[in-house]
C-alpha cells in the first residue's frame, strides 16, 4: 500500500471587474491587436481596493471546499501560493484559515510566483504523503495589479488578478494507476533573476516595488524549459505523453503554449487554455484553469492531467494526476 494524495475538489474566484483590452487602451499605449497577436490575451480582471489575495484566496477555497463536500475544520494543511500577499507577514495562509475555519492545522506561504501553485502542490503531496497532514487545501491567490507598472506597457497589459483552490486527501491505495498525484518535478534556476522580478521589498528599498520583465527573453527559456519538465514528469511516471487526456498549463502567453505543446506532440484540443479571458494570473493561473475545465466538463474523474508552469526566479515544473 502506498499513500497518495487526491484531488477531490476544484473552486476559483475572481474580481468582479473585466477590462478589455480596448479599454486599457483608453490609458495605456497599447492595442487590442497588439495584445491579442502578442499573447492572446483579451480581457483581464482587476481586483478593486476591497478585493484582497485573502479575499480571492477565501472565496476560492470555499468553493473548493464545497465541491469536495467538506467545510473548514476538515482541512488540517493549507498551502498558500503568492507573490501579493495582503502583508509581508503574517502569511496569507493563515488569513484564509481563520476565515474558513480550519484554524489549529498547518498554514504558511509559498513564494515561487508563476510557478508557485507547483511548488506548493509539490509541498503539499509531500507533507500529505509523509502523513504529516491527512486533508490539504492548496490555493493560487493573487492581486498582481497591486505591483504592476501602469506607465509600462510591456508589462501591465498581460497580468490579471484571481485566485484557484484544490482540495487533496491522502488516501492509502494498492492501484500505481488509480485517482491521485502521480509524479512531479520542480525546478529553480537564480541565475534568471534579472529577467523577470519586482523592484523593491522590505529589505532593499522597503517598498513593495513594481514588475521589471525582458518578456522576449522569458518566452525563450519558458518554451525549452516547460517542454524539458514535462519530458521529466512523464519519464518519472513512465506515462507516454499519448496518454494524457489534458495538459492545464501556466496561463501566461498562447504562443508559449502552442509551442510547448508542439515540442511534445500533444494536439492543441487537449490543452485548456484560458489566458484569453484571464490573462496571466501567476500563481493563480493553473488552479484557475483547472476550476474552469472541471466545473465545464471537460476534465473528469480517471482522466489523467498534467498541470505546469514557468515563472520569475526563474522557477518551473510540471505536476502529472489522475482525477
Ligand atoms: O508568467 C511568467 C512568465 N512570463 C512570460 O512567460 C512572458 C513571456 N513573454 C511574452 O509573453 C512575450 O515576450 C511578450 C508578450 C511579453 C512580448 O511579446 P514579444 O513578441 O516578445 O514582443 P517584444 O517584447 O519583442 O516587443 C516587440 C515590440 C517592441 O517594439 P519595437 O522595439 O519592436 O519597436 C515593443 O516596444 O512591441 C512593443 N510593445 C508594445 N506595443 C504595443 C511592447 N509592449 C507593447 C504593448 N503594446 N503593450
Known sequence: MTRRSVLIGTGSALPKRAVSN?????????????????????????????????????????????AAGLEGRDIDLI???????????????TIVQDAIGANGGIAFDVAA?????????????????????????VIGSETFSRILDWEDRTTCVLFGDGAGAVVLEARETDDKTGAGILGSKLHADGAHN???????????????????????????????????????????????????DWVVPHQANARIIEGTARKLGLPMDRVIMTVDQHANTSAASVPLALDQAVRDGRIKPGQLVMLEAMGGGFTWGASLLRI
Open 194 to 244: 534579472q529577467l523577470l522580478y519586482v523592484d523593491g521589498g522590505p529589505s532593499t528599498t522597503g517598498e513593495v516595488g513594481k514588475v521589471r520583465m525582458k518578456g522576449n527573453q522569458v518566452f525563450k527559456h519558458a518554451v525549452n524549459n516547460l517542454a524539458d519538465v514535462l519530458r521529466e514528469v512523464l519519464e518519472l511516471t513512465e506515462t507516454d505523453a499519448a496518454a494524457i
Open 113 to 137: 510566483v508563476c510557478s508557485g501553485f507547483l511548488y506548493a502542490l509539490g509541498v503539499a503531496d509531500s507533507m500529505l504523503r509523509t502523513g504529516m497532514a491527512s486533508r490539504a487545501l
Open 79 to 93: 498551502v498558500l501560493a503568492t507573490a501579493t500577499p495582503d502583508q509581508t507577514f503574517p502569511a496569507t495562509a
Open 22 to 66: 480596448a479599454e486599457l487602451a483608453e490609458t495605456v499605449d497599447t492595442s487590442d491587436e497588439w495584445i491579442v497577436e502578442r499573447s492572446g490575451i483579451r480581457q483581464r480582471y482587476l481586483a478593486d481596493a476591497q478585493e484582497t489575495t485573502s479575499s480571492l484566496g477565501t472565496a476560492a477555497a470555499k468553493a473548493a471546499l464545497a
